[in-house]
Each structure stands twice: as structure tokens, then as C-alpha cells.
């Protein structure tokens, strides 16, 4: 049974794309599927509302901004009106597509902090700071780069990027430096503005157990709101919400860029004579669709906000899997990115084609993996080899031997297969499982091909001519059932197709029912191709222009590289010394709740240390427990998602971790010299 179509007003997030920088297919990963599962809601009568709009706040774009000599408002223009083209151009329908700098999102924002502060859940407090004298300001967020607490990886500003992946507060940084001159920063102190978040302890346990949408952001979700921390909500910027009452103060962009939401919903509702209210004051379900990895804002931090301004939290967080190219992690600095405009719309690709491809590849929660020569196959397989030569074949046959739509009823066999495809689409989308959705569809289209080839109208139409229309009839039905169900996947091509079949009324406005209600009879055209195959030639091309990018990116790479050992500093045999590094074995190995990076080891180093590792991603638990490692054993105590480690695993830093290890075994504890 569906949970739609519903009494409660549908108002469909995706998570806001950030003004300063290009749309890549990482992107479309969140909103191919957010404008899929949109189009579906609509088709199944449930009228919802969809907003997005560009984050145009936070250091990044001030960085960037006077990287590039211009101001961030210029900055947030270009990169708005870049990301709506391309929402438009890969059929993405926006209710609405607004801007965080908005006037109505600086007004919500501070009518949002100021019911905070009078319900006591906001207070100031004297922290230290990140401060670069050579450039004489505080350095938040981005500003500032060193060492992660926690893990001891590099990390930047607010966030552990190449490490746990953990939050970080100003001021946690270790050997802070300043990322605009490169000089190290020194601490001083400064009043700042906390959200009380460990005052929703209780609320978040309860408010987790009935959140709706996907397994991935639920369950981590769950285990960071275990150990709730407050979090600093002011910056020292110039650009952004101004903190009510403190000019030099600007609000946290994660304050700000999620009650974008909430402004956005206000100016739909101003064009349209809508009420914003009915969303985010009453009982509604609005449902976030967001990448994986801002799952602690949309599920912690959020909610958490909203119950305590006295707003709706959301009904569902789908969390979609990160992405991959040719199966290397996503880098747009190693060249591992494929440009939307650039290396596919340019290039005359339909937006349907990677459309189908996201929605298709693997489940939401798993990793996506981009590859021209699986996107080759997939469209000259799935879309071009079942679902096009169906369509194609069926009414060609059909205007060439009747000219038209034939008289007759449709087989119930044909109409109930329908109706059964139909209910295993809706339950796939309310799982957010597009592929078993679109897998459904295209196992119809396998359906429809096996039936006319078995049925061998061609012969059919010597012999019995009234038997071969009745063939013919079931074809079309369910031609203009894969039309309707393949709609919100696919509505550039499904738009075409209806009008081939001269259905009367719009396919957008069409319903999934519809399909059970028989195609009337009437006259048809010679139909076009829908899609036409990729030739091996123009995935060699794609692929050439991916392989050059990433060539001149690694040389880049490489010469920072050579730079950075140059830079580093000298140190004396008595310095190393002080590094207790020693032999250990893995006693044991276990996955730890919440992350998907670190692992929880005990070794024995001559005595038994709990130690967390960053390896999960390369190396499985079970083929760890009796192997020799090599072990900083002093590193200072940290805690990383609730558990302590005391020492590092040394590994190389390279794509996977290499652990390093003795040549030959020797006893637990003997020190590395």
C-alpha cells in the first residue's frame, strides 16, 4: 500500500547546490531523483510542492570570491543562474529555485534565531579562535586548515575531510594555518553564539524512530545522536546573515542554508497564493532529499532547530551513495569529474540518457559508479535494444497494416500484467528505490517485446487479420502504459512518444492509473526513433577528454607534491626518538556504529591498545586479526564517533590505505628505530 497519495500536504527538498562552483553529475545524484520521485507523487494524484535554491553564504564562496578578484554577490549570480540552466536543460521542474541571500531568507533566518534565543536555546560563550596575525582577522571555517583532533588527518574549517569526516568547532583545529597567506595561526579569544543541541537529546531519540526515508541516513543518525555536542552558530564574516543584534556577526551557513527551505516555500507561496505555513507550522511531510554526506545537518542539527523555533521537522531524509568515476573516488582536483554542461549536454546527449542512467545504475544508498562505456551500454541495451525498438516496432507495425489505433478490447492477461507492474513501481518508489522501479518498467518493456514476438503479427496479419488487430491493440495498451510509468524518468522522450500515439491530454498530467483505461482508437502517424545508439567513436572521445583531464590533474598533483617535500622541515635523530612507533598484531577488528570509514582494533604492542583506524573503505575486519601492523603508540588519547583510540596504525596515504608492516614477524612490542 502507498504511503501516497496523502491528506497531508508533500512539500520535496533537495539539498542546495553551492554557488561557486559548476553542476557535475555528483549533483544530479540528488536531484535526477528528487525530480523523479516529484513526478511520480503528481502521477499518483498527491499534489506536492518542490524546492531547492542556491547556498550562497559560508567561507567557501567568500574564498573564492577573492580568489577570483570579484565580489561574492557576483560570484552567487554567476553560479545561480549556471545551476538553473542546467536544471532546466535536464528537465529538473522546480516549484521553485530561490537564493539564500534573499530577502526573505535574511528576514527568516533572523525571526528563526531570535525564537531560539527567547526559548533559551542560543547563548553566547568566550571561545578561541583561529587567528592569522600577518593578515590581522579571525580565520572561520575555511579560512583556516590543519590537523583534526581527532584522527590527526589534514582537515579545513568546519568539517575532517579527508579523515573520520567529523564536524569540527572553531577552534578544535590542530597546528592551525592560515589558508590565504599560508602563515600558522594563534588562538585568541572571542564571544561567539552557541545552539543548545544537547538540550534535544530526548526529543531526537524519540523524533529518530519514526523518521521516515532511507536506512543510510536514519541509522548514522541514530548513533550521532547519541553524543550530542552545542554548535557555534556565529562566524567573523562580512558576507551573509547578519546575527541579530551583533553587526560584526554573521550566522553559522549551516543556520542559514537550511531555512532556505522554509524562505523558498514563502515565495512560491507569495507567486502562487499558496500557504507556506500549511508546511512548516502544521501536520505535512516534507521529505529532504540530500547526498550522503550532509546526513548529520538534515537529521541532527536541523530538526533539532525547528523544534526548537516551533516549526514541522521533516517526515524523510533520503540520503543517496556518493558517486565514482570509472571507478575512482570522485575528485574534481585529480580530474575524476564529468562536467554536466561541458562533457555531456555539449556534446549533444539527451537528458534523458543520464537520467535513466542514475535512476537505473545500482539502489539510492549505494555508490554510483560513472562510467562512458557502462552508459554506452546501458542506453544502446535498456533504452535503445527494449524499451525503444517496443515502442517503435509496435506502432510502426500498427500505422503501417491499420493506420490507426484498432477497434477492439484489450486482453484482461495484458491489463492486469499491467496493473501488477504499476503497484511494483509504487512500492519501489516509496522504498526511494528508483531501480527496482525503473527495472520493473523495463521487465514490462521485455514483456511487451516477447508477446509481439510470439504472437508473430507479421503472419497474422495474411491469415487473420481481426486475431492480428487484437495483438496490435495489446501492444499499444501496453506502450502507452510503459509511457506513463517511464514519464518521471524519462519526460523529454515520453512527452514525444505520447504525441506519437495521439493519446489525447498531457502525459505530465496523466496518472499511473490511466494506463488500465484502454487506448481509444484513432489514427496514427509514422512514428520517429526515440533512441538512437552511442557509437563506440563518441564514448572514445568522452573517454579521451575524462583521460586528459586527469592526466594534467595528477601532473599538478605531482608538482605540489615535489614542492610540498621541499617544504618540509628537517628534523634531528633525537627528534625521532621521541616517536614511540612499534610492532603490533591485530587481535581483533570490528566496524564501529555510524561510520563507514573507521574501524575499532585491539592490538597488542607488547600490551593491548584500542586503537581506531580509518580503513574500513579498503580493508575487511575478518582479514586483519592476525596480521602484524606498525603503531604510533603515543599519540596523544582521541575519541572518534564515541570511541576512544590510543595510537595510530601507520599506513601510505595513497587511493586505499597500504598498511605497512615488518618483513618478517617479530614479537608484539618491539620498537621501530
Known sequence: MSNFPSDKPVLVTCGLPYANGKCHIGHLRTY????????????????????????????????NAEELKITPTELVNKYHKHFESIFKAMEVEFSIFGNT???????????????????????????RLAYCPYDERF????????????????????????????????????????????????????????????????????YLKTLGGTSNAINYAKEWAKELKDWCITRNLEWGVRFPGHEDLVVYVWVDAPIGYISFTEEWAKKTGGDWEKYWRRDSRIIHFIGEDITYHHCIFWPAMLKGAGYTPPWAVVASGMLKIDDKKFSKSRGYVVWVDEDYLDHGFHPDLLRYYIANYTSHTKELNFSWKVFQDKVNNELVGALGNFLHRTQHFAQKNFGAVPDGKVDKEILEKIKVTIE?????????????ATDAMMELAAYGNSYFQSREPWALIKTDKDECARVVKNCLQIGKALILLFEPTLPGNMEKAWKQLRIPGDVHSARFEDALIEIPAGELKVPEILFTKIEDKKIKEMEAILDKRIKIAMSKEKKHEEEAKEEKTEITYEEFQKLDIRVGKVLSAEPIKGSDKLLKLEVDIGEK??????????????????RQVVVMANMKPAKLFGVESRGMVLAADVEGAVLLMPEKEVKEGTRVR
Open 424 to 436: 511494483t513501481v509504487v512500492a519501489a518508489l516509496d522504498e526511494y528505490e528508483f531501480k527496482k
Open 609 to 626: 591498545r584500542q586503537i581506531v583506524a580509518g580503513i574500513a573503505k579498503s580493508h575487511d575486519p575478518s582479514e586483519l586479526v592476525g
Open 139 to 206: 580565520l572561520p571555517d575555511r579560512y583556516v586548515e590543519g590537523i583534526c583532533p581527532y584522527c590527526a588527518k589534514p582537515a579545513r574549517g568546519d568539517e575532517c575531510d579527508q579523515g573520520c569526516g567529523k564536524h569540527l568547532e572553531p577552534g578544535e583545529i590542530k597546528n592551525a594555518k592560515c589558508r590565504i597567506c599560508g602563515n600558522p595561526a594563534e588562538y585568541r579569544e572571542q564571544e561567539h553564539f552557541f545552539f543548545k543541541l544537547s538540550s534535544f537529546g530526548g526529543f531526537l531519540s524519540d
Open 101 to 127: 541571500d534573499s530577502p526573505t531568507n535574511h528576514a527568516r533566518t533572523n525571526s528563526i534565531v531570535e525564537a531560539l534565543i527567547d526559548r533559551g536555546y542560543v547563548y553566547p560563550r568566550v571561545i
Open 32 to 63: 535526477v531523483p528528487g525530480d523523479i520521485f516529484v513526478r511520480s507523487l503528481r502521477k499518483q494524484g498527491q499534489e506536492a510542492v518542490f524546492v531547492c535554491g542556491s547556498d550562497a553564504h559560508g567561507t567557501p564562496i567568500v574564498v
